[in-house]
């Protein structure tokens, strides 16, 4: 089936540091990316919908300066979190959705834990 | 706005045992309904899903039916696995069909 991966796993950074996040659809084209976040217990919440070569979407609420997203070709979209805060620490999910595809197509990465000190 | 509620885990279950994850759901409109699962180190799986009213979704044994008088979703298994061992999540699309909103997830452990 297909795969998307997510780069690194997991990262742990200082206060003040900005860290980016890949996300790759490995064996499709994905004309939309989708950024979550998951605080422990919550529900996942978009962030963002990235479209390749357009600005992303973002939710109500999501620091575009913060949070900035790149989807730079058909199988890569990046997320950079910007003077990354502890209260930034939380698991990022991206997904992808196939070429024609729909919602319920996507196809989730596996998360990146980002810690921030 | 559109939410999803689905019950708090964990849930604990011997093998063979049978399986009720409740979610209901508030919506305009009329959603499509969504159960996906999330295996250890994987990323969220759709399990399965259903577009209408009375619709019943099914796969791998998991079964939930589309009931709009009660506004819910329950995912049942009649007999579970260790293998089910996993974390579940119910989730809706409305408005155009064009993003997804999740519930809280329900993590599962199946004991042998």
């Known amino acids: 089936g297909a795969v998307v991966s997510q780069h690194p796993s997991w990262v742990i950074c200082k206060s003040g540091t900005s860290v980016k996040i890949e996300c790759r659809s490995l064996?499709?084209?994905?004309?939309?990316m989708f950024w979550y976040r998951q605080f422990p217990k919550q529900s996942l919440m978009l962030m963002a919908t990235?479209?390749?070569?357009?600005?992303?979407?973002?939710e109500q609420g999501v620091e575009k300066d913060k949070f900035l997203i790149n989807h730079a070709s058909l199988t890569l979209s990046t997320l950079t979190v910007t003077s990354a805060h502890p209260e930034d620490s939380s698991f990022y999910i991206c997904?992808?959705?196939?070429?024609?595809?729909?919602?319920?197509?996507?196809?989730f990465g596996p998360g990146t834990r980002l810690t921030v000190l | 706005g559109d939410s999803v509620t689905q019950m708090e885990g964990p849930v604990t279950l011997s093998e063979e045992a049978f399986l009720t994850i409740n979610c209901t759901y508030t919506?305009?409109?009329?959603?499509?309904l969504f159960w996906y699962v999330q295996y250890p180190g994987e990323g969220l799986q759709l399990l399965l899903k259903?577009?209408?009213?009375?619709d019943k979704g099914s796969n791998k044994g998991f079964e939930a039916t589309y009931r709009k008088e009660t506004t819910s979703f329950h995912l049942e298994k009649g007999s579970v696995q260790v293998s089910d061992s996993a974390v579940y999540f119910c989730?809706?699309?409305?408005?155009?069909?064009?993003?997804?909103?999740f519930g809280a997830g329900t993590r599962l452990a199946v004991h042998p």
């Open positions: 997904s992808a959705i196939p070429r024609g595809g729909r919602t319920d197509t996507q196809y």
């Open positions: 064996d499709f084209q994905a004309t939309t």
């Open positions: 990235s479209n390749e070569g357009s600005k992303a979407t973002y």
């Open positions: 919506a305009t409109g009329y959603p499509s």
């Open positions: 259903a577009t209408k009213a009375d």
């Open positions: 989730a809706l699309a409305a408005g155009g069909y064009n993003k997804l909103i």
